[in-house]
């Protein structure tokens, strides 16, 4: 049975359908999709738990009255048989992750979870973003393996959305002085993406000494600015293989690799798979 069939059907229906599922969670889609010019989705319901994901681009993304406007990074969930609407911008490319689930007749307590939240934070630069593309490369490879494969994933990254919302609040408030300086260190390596940055470069741009400067990005970013570095490099490369011609040789010189090997290595183990796979993961229909 198609998938697109499986994901319009009541849950319960779904279990006998579904190969090598023999407990909950039921994933009836997971797919990456490439929204074409015009396309949009207005005043849907489904019978199913949805989490939507961009992978890039902009799209108003309306549920239940409320009102987002999503971007790159962003990760949604809504609840079943809530309305929800997804308009991409004209001009403005939309390529997201859809995952489509189900407990069967097991509760799943989401409001213990993510608080009643439809916007469970942005995964740009996070583990999640590995974990949704890797859920979407094993659905769509056969056997029980994979699909435990699957399940495990969509467990962990609800965990990973339910940490963030427990932490959003500490976020917001803490050491909003230096948030600036970590805000000029940022957009001068994405300025820079596209070679080698020297943390004394870093020093400089933020006036900070280089071991307190280190902290105080990990701290609130999560990782080293080299590390922050080589994900803008992965996202860019995402970015252009989604919207150009380009070969992946071209692709690596562009992101700031002169040897292809390299940079299809330091793909592979951020991502989980090559960028050859990341496009033949694409849907665009």
Known sequence: MNHFELVSMPPADTIGKLPDYFFPPYITLAHMFHAPRGWLVRDRELTQFVLQYVVDGFAYYPVAGR??????????FHRPHERHSILPV????????????????????????????????????????????????????????????????????????????????????????????????????HDHFNRDVQIKELEQVSGLSRNYLLALFRKHVGMSPKQYLTRL???????????????????????????????????????GQTLTQFCSNLVYS
């Open 67 to 76: 009102h987002y406007e999503t971007r790159r990074g962003d990760l949604l």
């Open 233 to 271: 490099r992965v996202n860019k490369a995402k970015e252009l293989a989604i919207q150009s011609n380009y070969t992946v040789s071209e692709i690596a010189e562009r992101v700031g690799y002169s040897d292809v090997q390299t940079f299809g290595r330091m793909f592979k183990k951020k991502t």
């Open 90 to 189: 004209d001009e403005v490319p939309y390529v997201c992750i859809s995952i489509v689930f189900h407990f069967g007749m097991q509760p799943f307590p989401y409001d213990d979870l993510f608080r009643g939240n439809h916007l469970l934070g942005n995964y740009a630069d996070h583990p999640v973003d590995k974990m949704l593309a890797q859920l979407v490369s094993h659905y769509r490879q056969p056997g029980l393996l994979h699909q435990i494969l699957c399940q495990g994933l969509l467990m962990q990254i609800f965990a990973e959305a339910a940490r963030w919302n427990e932490n959003d609040d500490a976020r917001s408030s803490s050491h909003s002085l230096n948030i600036p300086k970590l805000v000029l260190v940022k957009n001068y390596l």
